[in-house]
Nanobody, 126 residues
Framework: QVQLVESGGGLVQAGGSLRLSCVAS????????IGWFRQAPGKEREFVGA????????YYADSAKGRFAISRDNDKNTVYLQIDSLKSEDTAVYYC???????????????????WGQGTQVTVST
């Protein structure tokens, strides 16, 4: 069992930055791929990016390349999502998730992830 708790969301002006955190408890955090997803109002949950269990290799959706950065601190059981130059279209609930198979490259669909946090709201004002 893995428990995930996201934090760091909030209301921010367009052009600003946020760093979201995902703290995990339970099983060996460092052994699993961690993904970030987001869900905007009225839309399906979509893959943002992920970080692998081995070497911390990162993968991003095309829409996230350039402004999003994922990192992990295994000593703190925490994964981060840095978002820069925020745009109104980044408004969404952001979720982190654990994928247990450890397959590389990381998986990118919702159904392939095993444990989810409750999400943190990011709202970008213009």
């Amino acid at each position: 069992q893995v428990q995930l708790v996201e934090s760091g969301g909030g209301l921010v002006q367009a052009g600003g930055s946020l760093r979201l955190s995902c703290v995990a408890s339970g099983r060996a955090f460092s052994s699993y791929n961690i993904g970030w997803f987001r869900q905007a109002p009225g839309k399906e949950r979509e893959f943002v990016g992920a970080i692998s269990w081995s070497e911390g290799t990162t993968y991003y959706a095309d829409s996230a390349k350039g402004r999003f950065a994922i990192s992990r601190d295994n000593d703190k059981n925490t994964v981060y999502l840095q978002i820069d130059s925020l745009k109104s279209e980044d408004t969404a609930v952001y979720y982190c998730a654990v994928e247990l198979t450890r397959i590389l490259p990381v998986r990118t669909t919702v159904d392939e992830y095993d444990y989810w946090g409750q999400g943190t709201q990011v709202t970008v004002s213009t």
